[in-house]
């Protein structure tokens, strides 16, 4: 198994271009998350996905959109990118387990750097 | 609201000495905690959870954690550091009641010096 896999793994966008991060996971997990990780504030969920054809916001939302069509993969776009938003994102995924979710996944990361 | 609190930025212990990395957190409901370690350039690895039961977790990498209610917190620890533990550890929180979203503290950098 590959486990969660993101790709790219680097990028350098200028202000206002788009671009879009793909995550797959080959673990047949129901939830998928996607987060930034910015130094000494450990991560932030952007938006996730509890399930094909779901999504949901997260606790930093604005500026990012997602679609999950498949099962297995989970997109992160940014429509007009922002020198703020530049970070390193990883995707997650999680198994659903009555009583609570069990542990996530990680990704290895997508570092993005905004001019 | 939930929130996780990592007091210390570093912690730097010499090898073969006890390691503490420390977690307090706050939830509404009963909390679900979990440990995970970041090692430079890579993903978060999961380390261990405390869902219910016995308050001392054990983990992988001979971690474990101890779960304390009337102090709310979740410290982490190993009684035996060793050289390749340095990295980032996160702990992070789930408030049942609040749905299934993880709050992650903000990491604590572990340093373990030869």
């Known amino acids: 198994n590959a486990g969660v896999t993101q790709t790219p793994k680097f990028r350098v966008l200028k202000t206002g271009q788009s671009m879009t991060l793909l995550c797959a996971q080959d673990?047949?997990?129901?939830?998928m998350y996607w987060y930034r990780q910015d130094p000494g504030m450990g991560l932030r969920l952007i938006h996730y996905s509890v399930g094909e054809g779901t999504t949901a916001k997260g606790e930093v939302p604005d500026g990012y959109n997602v679609s999950r069509l498949k099962k297995q993969n989970f997109l992160l776009g940014l429509e007009s990118a922002a020198p703020s938003q530049t970070s390193v994102y990883f995707c997650?995924?999680?198994?659903?387990?009555?009583?609570?979710?069990?542990?996530?996944?990680f990704g290895p990361g997508t570092r993005l750097t905004v001019l | 609201a939930q929130s996780v609190a990592q007091p210390e930025d570093q912690v730097n212990v010499a090898e073969g000495n006890p390691l503490t990395v420390k977690c307090t957190y706050s939830?509404?409901?009963?909390?679900?905690l979990f440990w995970y370690v970041q090692y430079p350039n890579r993903g978060l690895q999961f380390l261990l959870k405390?869902?219910?039961?016995?308050?001392l977790v054990k983990g992988s990498y001979g971690f474990e954690a101890e779960f304390n209610k009337s102090q709310t917190s979740f410290h982490l620890k190993k009684p035996s550091a060793l050289v390749s533990d340095s990295a980032l550890y996160f702990c992070?929180?789930?408030?049942?009641?609040?749905?299934?979203?993880?709050?992650f503290g903000g990491g604590t950098r572990v340093l373990v010096k030869p």
């Open positions: 997650a995924s999680s198994y659903w387990l009555a009583g609570g979710v069990d542990e996530q996944f």
């Open positions: 939830v509404s409901g009963n909390p679900y």
């Open positions: 405390y869902i219910t039961g016995d308050n």
């Open positions: 673990m047949n997990h129901e939830y």
């Open positions: 992070a929180v789930r408030d049942v009641a609040a749905g299934n979203k993880l709050t």
